[in-house]
């Protein structure tokens, strides 16, 4: 609840917005096993309590925990509702950061065809550099369009 607590769907940059979409598409996909788990500790505590348990002091006891599932399906709806609200908004910031990367991917290629380490008088030390540098820069461009494709499918 905390961490959910702590995102905002109005934050400026795209790829924190589709970050916290997935976020709650996911905690929506958990949500039911989660109400099953919370079912199972009270069922527990109810046979522990017919069963005169001593609890120990820091015991949780389920109805904190029912307040707490209470109040993230709350807050994990009202999220949802601003994302739902805010639906346009998002598609336009997300075909925006489509350009933006194919930009940097296509400059990003002729990068790599013009500065490949090819031939034989590049120093091996100098042409492992520059192939670690790409893959560095391959690496983030592959992460952002991952991102993207995440952005697609909310």
């Known amino acids: 609840r905390n961490e959910l607590e702590r995102q905002s769907i109005d934050s400026g940059s ?3 917005a589709i970050g916290i979409i997935a976020n709650i ?15 199972i500790f009270q069922t527990g505590q109810k046979i522990l309590e017919r069963q005169r ?6 015991w949780l006891y389920v109805d904190r ?10 807050l994990l ?3 949802d509702g601003s994302i739902a609200s805010k639906v346009s908004d998002l598609r336009l910031k997300v075909v925006d950061e489509e350009r933006q990367l194919e930009r940097r991917m296509e400059s990003l290629l002729k990068d790599w ?3 490949k380490p090819l031939g034989g008088n590049t120093k091996p030390d100098e042409a492992v550099h520059t192939l670690a540098l790409f893959e560095a820069r391959f690496k983030q461009a592959k992460a952002d369009l991952d991102g993207l494709n995440r952005a697609r499918g909310a």
């Open 113 to 115: 065809e013009k500065n």
């Open 25 to 39: 598409q996911d905690y929506k996909r958990k949500m039911k096993k989660w109400s099953e788990n919370i079912d």
């Open 14 to 16: 795209t790829q924190e």
């Open 53 to 58: 348990f001593a609890f120990p002091n820091d």
């Open 65 to 74: 925990v029912e307040s707490e599932w209470e109040a993230f399906t709350s």
């Open 77 to 79: 709806n009202r999220k």
